[in-house]
């Protein structure tokens, strides 16, 4: 069965033809090539599939491109504007917070919904929130102090 | 991974999603935040020719207390949920439990409904529910109809709900004066399953005697576990350090959990122990506050 969908993908607006099975993970990468977005465990365990629907951080291998219409799904890519990192971007380069890189666009996009609802998270804030994307070289530390660092950028931090 | 083929459909109405289970009968299933459903069909542990997805359908996500129930709407989300001011005040083993449910980013997703519904006893809402004595609101093609939470779950990933049913509210009795609830769960790990878990509500007398107490297990056998005499050993008694140790001895001889990476069958029992006594003692602080 195929699906007509319409989807703003980082700010342009897609129409698509779907079948039910195609996972929002398969359709970001493989229909719109925006291969930022990485595939990891494949059983919504890891998170470097993280995406943002409607603003929230969700693992898009989870999650079918069918159930998606009409919504807005943000990608790493989307993160930069004007040719301008992210604050949380610059951040994670500043503060070597990512290390072999897998887990970062999924990091990233989790951190950065975290930096929208809380302009100054606490570093146990940090940590929970991001409890469910995995960095597997273990470079936790850096990225909370990375997210800690964006805060301040960002203007939230006393 | 990629599923096998179904067709997946998005009704607008609860009443169009039942004439869709009605219709495809036991080759249709129900899709509400998909944080199990879809692994498993993606796994391909399980497979169906249809997905009725129910997540879209207004009038499903709500908290509210009414008429002496608190009632959850099936398609709240677990974050949701986090967030209710209600909950974090008088239901203290959901406001527990809710955090410890998978992470972060699951909880943006899974429903509290589908968590109730899967019959999935390593689910944390099973046990929770019976705790609480709360009463599962389903429709079918003939009306609604409610079913004791005690009373809802027959086998592993079995429950009363027939193929054209959908759970649609959860309903939790408002606790009486004197009323305290608690979970306690070990996992290894955010986003594990529970290697034991106990979810309790208690309510106490004018004099501190216990009068109603309920402990439920998480994934201790095929359906949860509620720990009838463990419960009724406490009913009546003051509890003290020896009645709930001997209430957690009761409670953890009912589990029957299976021996998997998270332990041996003693050793998760012995949790099963261990964790009711926590939740027993941090239930009943709570209920000499209330």
């Known amino acids: 069965m195929k ?3 319409s989807v703003t993908v980082n700010g342009t607006a897609h129409e698509a033809e779907v079948e039910s099975r195609l996972l929002l993970v398969h359709f970001i990468r493989e229909e719109l090539r925006l291969t930022g977005t990485h595939i990891g465990c494949d059983t919504s365990h890891c998170g470097v599939c ?3 629907l409607d603003g929230q951080p969700v693992k898009s291998c ?6 998606v219409d009409g919504c807005k799904v943000s990608t790493v890519e989307g993160l930069e504007s004007g040719g301008k990192l992210h604050p949380i971007q610059e951040a994670f380069t500043e503060k070597h917070a990512l290390q072999c890189g897998y887990c970062t666009p999924g990091m990233l996009m989790t951190c950065s919904a975290l930096l929208e609802q809380n302009r100054n998270p606490s570093e146990q804030e940090i940590r929970q929130a991001i409890s469910g994307n995995l960095c597997r070289c273990t470079g936790y530390l850096n990225i909370v102090k990375a997210v800690q660092h964006a805060a301040q950028k960002i203007g939230g931090a006393p | ?27 249709a299933r129900v899709l509400s935040g998909g944080m199990s459903l879809l692994p498993a069909l993606k796994l391909r542990l399980g497979s169906c020719g249809h997905l009725v997805d129910i997540g879209r359908i207004p009038g499903l996500e709500y908290v509210k207390e009414d008429g002496g129930m608190l009632r959850i709407g099936a398609g709240t989300r677990q974050c949701v949920l986090a967030q209710s001011e209600v909950i974090n005040s008088r239901y203290g083993v959901l406001a527990d439990a809710v955090p410890l449910i998978a992470d972060p980013l699951v909880r943006n997703r899974g429903t509290f409904g589908g968590n109730v519904a899967n019959g999935d006893p390593a689910n944390d809402g099973p046990a929770i529910v019976i705790a609480l004595g709360a009463e599962l609101v389903a429709r079918g093609p003939q009306g609604e109809r409610t079913i004791a939470a005690n009373r809802f779950y027959k086998d592993l990933f079995v429950t009363a709900l027939a193929p054209d049913e959908i759970l649609t509210e959860i309903r939790i009795p408002q606790p009486p004066p004197r009323s305290g609830s608690a979970y306690r769960k070990l996992k290894r790990k955010t986003g594990d399953y529970a290697a034991a878990a106990a979810a309790v509500q208690l309510t106490l007398d004018a004099r ?19 720990a009838v005499q463990g419960s009724r050993f406490l ?7 020896k009645s709930i140790a001997e209430a957690a ?4 001889a009912a589990a029957a959990p ?3 990476r998270r332990g041996s069958v003693e050793y998760k029992r012995e949790m099963a122990r261990v964790l009711t006594a926590r939740a027993l003692k941090a239930a009943l602080e709570r209920a000499g506050r209330s």
């Open chain 1, 3 to 5: 699906h007509q969908i």
């Open chain 1, 50 to 52: 993280t995406v943002l």
């Open chain 1, 62 to 67: 989870t999650v079918l491109a069918a159930q």
């Open chain 2, 1 to 27: 991974m990629i599923p096998a083929p179904f067709d997946y459909h998005r009704p607008g109405t609860l009443d169009e999603a039942i004439g869709l289970l009605s219709r495809h009968g036991g080759d």
């Open chain 2, 208 to 226: 501190g005697a216990v009068q109603r107490a309920c402990i439920a297990l998480t994934n201790a056998g095929p359906t949860p576990v509620e």
């Open chain 2, 235 to 241: 009913e009546g008694k003051t509890p003290d350090e």
């Open chain 2, 249 to 252: 001895r009761l409670a953890a």
């Open chain 2, 258 to 260: 299976s021996a998997d």
